[in-house]
Each structure stands twice: as C-alpha cells, then as structure tokens.
C-alpha cells in the first residue's frame, strides 16, 4: 500500500502484502493494527482514491459506472452530467499515485522482477528505493522522469497504465463503509459546484 502527496512524493508505504491482496483489506488492516502511525486525514479533508475504496469519511472516491480516465474524455467527448464532471476533475488528482509509482519502477529495474530474493529482502529494497526516490524529489536535482511529470499533468510514465479496475466492495473487507453517507454528501455538494461553475 502506498499513499503520496501531490508533489510525487511517498509519505507511507505498507510493504509485505501478497500482490493478490485487495486494497479495501490491506486498508482496514491498516487502520486496525497501524492506527498510531498511519498518517490519517485531519478532520473535514480526505485522501483522494480510486474505484478500488468505498467513498466514506477520510476516503473520496469517484462515482462507479460513469468515465473516470483521462484518456475516456479525449476528443470532443466532454463531460456529461453531475457524476462525470466529478470524475472529471477527480481523476488528474488521483492519477498522481499512478504517476509516481510509474517514476519509481522505471527508475529502480530491480523492481521489475524480485523473484531471486527472498521475501525480506524483496522489503527491504522496496523501503530502500522508495527511500532514494523521494530524496532524489525532495533534493531538487534534475530527473528526467519527474521533469516529463512536471511538464505535463496528464503524463503517465511508460508501463503504469492507470488503473481501471471498478470493483463493488465487500462491506465485509471494509469495516469504514457505515461513514459513507457523509462524504456521498460531500461529493455530491463538489459535484454541484463543478457543474456550476462549468455552465457559468
């Protein structure tokens, strides 16, 4: 499990998880047994995600069934309605997690194939380079792969295609899908404002 913030930086990483394992589950492992540690949203803000999570408290997700990609709204194919104008702007914001793992595993070849390793050792490189990756962001040297980032918004490094996975969640692998109601309102209230904004 990996969280960033908008300048392409890893701020938590969960290594050891099988590659198989749902995102909803690693989650709410996550926010059972590293409570203390995980960095959660201050209250009224949320973490930008995917179609993987439930849209509740902390967690804003897109709506399902409707475009959400980038590339599902090139062309003349604008927008249409309340929920993909949403998704709409929602997805520059989230794709960045996808830009920055994109940088990273380009960067770090070893990533491609840990097979040889065993499974600590597959941890520890993966702390390792993600280590190396933010110092190489945060110290301001030039990187070529961040610098096509930076130039472009919509630029998604070559072999990280943007995640198109939209799966109903099981209540059962998320214990936080009771708060959902609140942040459906949210989302609904964003959704009304981009609208609005787009007809002015």
């Known amino acids: 499990m990996h969280r960033c913030n908008f300048d392409m930086i890893f701020t938590f990483v969960v290594v050891g998880w099988p590659g198989l394992a749902h995102d909803t589950r690693i989650l709410s492992s996550v926010l059972e047994e590293m409570k203390s540690v995980f960095p959660h949203p201050p209250e009224g803000k949320y973490y930008v995600?995917?179609?993987?999570?439930?849209n509740t408290k902390g967690y804003l997700a897109p709506f399902k069934g409707e475009r959400y990609h980038i590339p599902d709204f090139r062309g003349c194919s604008q927008p249409q309605g309340l929920q993909e104008v949403?998704?709409?702007a929602h997805s520059p914001l989230r794709n960045v997690i996808e830009r920055t793992i994109g940088i990273w595993k380009n960067k770090w070849y070893i990533l491609r194939d840990m097979k040889p390793f065993p499974l600590i050792k597959q941890e520890k490189i993966i702390v390792a380079?993600?280590?190396l990756h933010n110092f190489i962001r945060k110290s301001g040297v030039y990187d070529e792969e961040f610098d096509k980032c930076d130039r472009n918004p919509d630029?998604?490094?070559e072999g990280q295609k943007e995640c198109d996975i939209d799966e109903e969640i099981s209540?059962?692998?998320?214990?936080?899908?009771?708060d959902n109601g609140y942040l459906n309102r949210v989302r609904n209230q964003i959704a009304s404002?981009?609208?609005e904004n787009r007809n002015r």
């Not at 209540?171 to 009771?178: A, G, M, P, Q, V």
Request: proline residues 4%; without cysteine.
């Open 49 to 54: 995600v995917d179609t993987r999570y439930s």
């Open 86 to 88: 949403f998704n709409h």
């Open 129 to 131: 380079t993600i280590a």
């Open 155 to 157: 630029y998604i490094p």
């Open 171 to 178: 209540i059962h692998s998320y214990r936080r899908i009771e």
């Open 193 to 195: 404002t981009l609208m």
